[in-house]
């Protein structure tokens, strides 16, 4: 993926040399770019609010409240007295009305709320759909942004400058923006179907890292027979293990792209501006055959297929002994556990292996078009001074925002590195995080919650110090390390960009798709092993997509793509 270079190292770097707090200036309301605030949200009418110039802070002089609703971390103490949600007060002069709402139960929540009339001034890390927010922003239930971004945005206009994505990829068919995404260029999400392989395995059975799907297949085998772990049980070695519902543990995500571009779910990929269904294909076949002949010889264990990631973490975390070979999931503890506490020390003995180069030379990384996450900040039209509380949410892309919002206050979340340290990329480092013990939930940040601009430079910018192994081996270093050195050459243009509906397109779609996947992964599964076969059964589940109505989704996406990308 081709990506602009951020201005975000520059930003943060001249912010922290000047001190945090010295960056929100205190200027006289109603200067140059800030003015006077209509309320109501059409803007028609109604009192008016003196501001500070765009950008600056406090925002108001005189404090003024806000309802907002948004999720319950598991990480997070509680929002209401959260050091950032204070910090934020005291600077912008804006007070929250926290609608605390359990995660798991927030799409609930905000479904209900809307339908009823009985929602807040604003949504926050709520996560609406592309398909809620032109349902009722269509309604007039969401206000449009467009105007707020023109009139009043600083810093969310700095941020779509560094971005490829935006604003394509938060524009409504109907030209309109309803929500403001969070930023987070998570670079090692990029590219999340991984797989980890024993280094000590493979000497013991002596192998080298399979480059292709042929020496992968006599990999599993030696692991299998010859007493890979060396403990003398011959029976007790797990050659590939994987789970179902993780963040890419399942085990075909990783090997299907040795055959066709798989995008993980849907079977959709991007070939030269046109979508197109892989799922039927001859080379998605040949997949399915290689990953069931893995599974037939007790290569992969079946139950990568039903188990869940915390049945499998039992397995590939046993303190015991290490019994799995080659381990599926986006990051390194997906399977295998938790490496703090682990007595064995996974992480010196596993490594990430590259894609695989197919029997046709197919070798792609699932590469996701991340980056921007849409949904994440709504607007009401029950809010009655839609400028202000914009400048509220404009303000969290700020970068000295960013850093308190999402690693909290200096000194006890970052501080400063020392001259000469550098960062994940080898760069002058821009913070140093300042890891809490003991328990994981704390109250002096809301990272992934509150907007921020989390650029490549500011998540790379991240100091490496000391040697400490866990630090080095198993966080965000290593990812970055394992991401740069064995999925990013393997990158693919084929992934399919975020797409917006029209309320008909969208209605229509998601009862195709509802099919489609559903007939998709219970197939798949009965293919991969054994239940079905990919000789005699194969004719009649190609068939079935097009009585699915496969060519409809492929027409509604064609459309929304070249709308929002041509």
Request: charged residues 25%; glycine residues 8%; proline residues 5%.
């Amino acid at each position: 993926m081709k990506r602009r270079v951020s201005k975000m190292a520059v930003i943060l770097s001249l912010a922290m040399a000047a001190g945090v707090l010295s960056s929100c200036t205190q200027n006289t309301p109603g200067t140059a770019s800030g003015g006077t605030a209509s309320a109501g949200g059409s803007g028609d009418g109604g009192s008016t609010v003196e501001m500070s110039a765009n950008g600056e802070f406090p925002i108001v002089n005189e404090k003024m409240s806000f309802t907002i609703m948004v999720p319950q971390e598991a990480y997070i103490l509680d929002v209401e007295t959260n050091e950032f949600t204070k910090w934020y007060e005291e600077q912008t002069n804006i007070h929250i009305d926290w609608e605390i709402v359990p995660k798991e139960a927030v799409t609930e929540k905000v479904t209900v709320s809307l339908t009823t009339g009985e929602y807040p001034d604003a949504y926050l890390g709520c996560n609406l759909s592309e398909a809620n927010q032109v349902k009722y922003g269509s309604q007039g239930i969401f206000i449009s942004l467009n105007d707020l971004i023109e009139k009043y945005s600083v810093d969310f206009k700095a941020a779509m400058e560094s971005s490829e994505l935006l604003p394509e990829a938060i524009t409504a068919p109907d030209g309109n923006i309803y929500s403001l995404p969070q930023i987070n260029e998570c670079f090692h999400c990029f590219y999340p179907a991984k797989v980890y392989m024993n280094q000590e395995w493979l000497k013991n059975v002596g192998k080298e890292a399979p480059t292709t799907t042929d020496e992968f297949y006599e990999v599993l085998k030696a692991f299998k027979e010859q007493d890979a772990n060396g403990n003398g049980d011959p029976n007790d070695e797990i050659p590939m293990m994987g789970a179902d519902g993780g963040w890419y543990t399942d085990p075909y995500s990783f090997l299907l792209n040795s055959f066709v571009y798989w995008d993980g779910a849907r079977g959709y990929a991007l070939n030269n501006g046109k979508i197109e269904f892989v799922a039927n294909t001859e080379e998605f076949r040949e997949g399915l055959r290689y990953i069931n002949k893995l599974v037939s010889e007790g290569l992969i264990d079946p139950v990568s297929f039903t188990q869940k990631e915390a049945q499998a973490k039992i397995i590939g975390g046993d303190p015991e002994k290490v019994t799995v070979g080659t381990a599926c999931g986006a990051t390194f503890e997906s399977i295998l556990g938790d490496t703090v506490n682990d007595p064995l020390e996974r992480y010196t003995q596993y490594e990430a292996i590259s894609p695989l180069k197919g029997p046709n030379g197919v070798q792609n990384a699932l590469t996701e078009e991340g980056g921007v996450y849409s949904g994440r900040f709504l607007i009401t039209n029950q809010c009655e001074n839609p400028e202000v509380l914009f400048r509220w949410a404009d303000g969290g892309y700020k970068a000295e925002v960013t850093l308190q919002s999402q690693a909290g206050p200096e000194n006890v979340g970052w501080k400063k590195p020392a001259e000469g340290t550098l960062g994940i990329n080898g760069k002058p480092a821009l913070y140093e995080k300042i890891t809490w013990t003991g328990d994981s939930v704390q109250n002096y940040h809301l990272e992934n919650i509150m907007l921020a601009n989390r650029t490549r430079d500011y998540r790379d910018g991240q100091a490496v110090v000391g040697d400490d192994p866990y630090l080095t081996q198993t966080g965000e270093p290593r990812r970055y390390r394992d991401t740069e050195t064995y999925y990013e050459p393997y990158a693919s243009d084929m992934q399919i960009p975020i797409l917006m509906y029209t309320q008909e397109e969208s209605d229509e779609l998601a009862i195709i798709q509802t099919g489609l996947t559903d007939f998709l992964k219970e197939n798949m599964v009965a293919f991969m092993t054994g239940n079905k076969s990919l000789d005699s059964d194969w004719d009649a589940y190609a068939a079935e997509f097009e009585n699915l109505n496969v060519s409809r989704a492929l027409e509604i996406m064609q459309t929304a793509y070249d709308r929002q990308y041509k």
